[in-house]
């Protein structure tokens, strides 16, 4: 059962430019979830997919948009890049469930450090 | 406004004697509360969860507590041992559509010296 994979590990954009980070879902996942920890932070809610449509959204501006494919992978794109962009962005899954099961239990990736200068 | 909190930033314990991790929130619509453990350079793992219809979960080493009232939950951890040298994060969720969405604390970096 291969785990929760993300591309690029690591990259440096300067300020204006566009990032897309790339995302694959542990083996019977189908929900996604991107999240941005801050050095110093826990991280936070961006937004999630679930049969390739935004499920849930944090407190991010449009410039963060994502896509989900059939295959459950995900992409996370940035549009206008500032640089308190500057994070790690963790994907994770987790396998769709009833609301009420509390198995909201999500599998991370390793994430993607974007540097903003 | 930090929903939730974990007030120490650091913690560090003899091998072998009990650790004791804090999370307060403030949200009362929070039902469901889990701990992620991460390491450097890999993604926080899932390491207990508790509802909020249960005051404690066991898990081997791992034990969650929370009070309700207090809007307090602890990790207790013993023994310690050298590898669970970690940061540990708090996390909550609301029920319905958010039920995935978690909102994590800060984080508390655990050192447990041998």
């Known amino acids: 059962e291969t785990g929760v994979t993300q591309s690029p590990t690591h990259l440096i954009k300067t300020r204006g430019q566009q990032v897309t980070l790339r995302c694959s879902s542990q083996s019977g996942h189908n929900t996604v979830s991107w999240y941005q920890q801050a050095l110093g932070q826990g991280p936070q809610f961006i937004f999630q997919?679930?049969?390739?449509?935004?499920?849930g959204r944090g407190n991010f501006p449009p410039r963060f948009s994502g896509l989900q494919f059939p295959n459950y992978s995900s992409e996370l794109n940035v549009n206008a890049l500032e640089l308190d962009d500057s994070a790690l962005y963790l994907c994770?899954?987790?396998?769709?469930?009833?609301?009420?099961?509390?198995?909201?239990?999500?599998?991370f990736g390793a994430g993607s450090r974007l540097t903003v200068l | 406004d930090q929903q939730v909190k974990q007030n120490s930033p650091s913690l560090s314990v003899q091998e072998g004697r009990i650790s004791i991790l804090n999370c307060d929130y403030t949200n009362s619509m929070f039902d469901y509360f889990l701990w992620y453990k991460k390491y450097p350079a890999e993604g926080p793992t899932f390491l207990i969860s508790?509802?909020?219809?249960?005051d404690k979960n066991e898990d081997g080493r791992f034990t969650v507590f929370l009070n309700k009232s207090a809007k307090h939950l602890s990790l207790h951890i013993v023994p310690s041992q050298p590898g669970d040298s970690a940061v540990y994060f708090c996390a909550a969720s609301v029920p319905g559509a958010g039920s995935y969405q978690l909102t994590f604390g800060k984080g508390t970096k655990l050192s447990v010296i041998p």
């Open positions: 994770a899954s987790s396998p769709q469930t009833g609301r009420s099961s509390g198995a909201n239990v999500l599998t």
């Open positions: 997919y679930y049969r390739e449509e935004e499920n």
């Open positions: 508790i509802s909020s219809i249960k």
